[in-house]
Antibody, heavy 120, light 111 residues
């Protein structure tokens, strides 16, 4: 079955960077895009960006441009999200999900989420 | 401020029917991009509920249905059950921003 398993919770200081990994299994990794979505405490879902596993193209939310990078490693079927220059308002649960862009399938499978806490 | 607008909350008694609206614009829903709906139970990851405007993944009860018209979409839930109490989000794609967009979410309370 399709699974997306994310790395564990992180606590970071303001200004630092964080990497979150998303290991996938149960499907042909190169055939699907990967998206990243975050959710601040008590808030709604915020799309961060996606990567096309077809051609490696990426697209990011405007408010995160320059601070976020999404990559994939097809040898390990793993996606990564790096967020730099962390601020307190980056404290959120970060999710990876299969799918992206204007696909008619939406985001069909999700990781369990990774809590990133930014605090001095 | 979300690009897609949802009511913050809706409620209904067990067995009743509720609808959740999702209003967009000519650059997203109105541009014929598909609308998808997600259910998020407390403390869990979102789960895809409806895709491609009105399609249910296997395992989703037929009490849940989606529709789309013009620049808006709706999620209908019939025969409300206590376990339907959750947050619901619509999602589409915006061509003017070239990004995926979510609604702000709607909290469903089963009275």
């Amino acid at each position: 079955q399709v699974q997306l398993v994310q790395s564990g919770a992180e606590v970071k200081k303001p200004g630092a960077s964080v990497w979150v990994s998303c290991k996938t299994s149960g499907y042909t990794f190169p055939s699907y895009d990967i998206s990243w979505v975050r959710q601040a405490p008590g808030q709604g879902l915020e799309w961060m960006g996606w990567i096309s596993n077809y051609n490696g193209n990426t697209n990011y939310a405007q408010n995160l441009q320059g601070r976020v990078t999404v990559t994939t490693d097809t040898s390990t079927n793993t996606a990564y999200m790096e967020l730099r220059s962390l601020r307190s308002d980056d404290t959120a649960v970060y999710y990876c999900a299969r799918g992206g862009g204007s696909t008619g399938q939406g985001l069909d499978y999700w990781g369990q989420g990774t809590l990133v806490t930014v605090s001095s | 401020q979300s690009v897609l607008t949802q009511p913050p909350s809706v409620s209904g008694a067990p067995g009743q029917r509720v609808t959740i609206s999702c209003t967009g614009s000519s650059s997203n829903i109105g541009a014929s991009y598909d609308v998808h709906w997600y259910q998020q139970l407390p403390g869990t990851a979102p789960k895809r509920l409806i895709y491609g405007n009105n399609n249910r993944p296997s395992g989703v009860p037929d009490r849940f249905s989606g529709s789309k018209s013009g620049t808006s979409a709706s999620l209908a839930i019939t025969g409300l059950q206590a376990e339907d109490e959750a947050d619901y989000y619509c999602q589409s794609y915006d061509s003017s921003l070239s990004v995926v967009v979510f609604g702000g979410g709607t909290k469903l309370t089963v009275l």
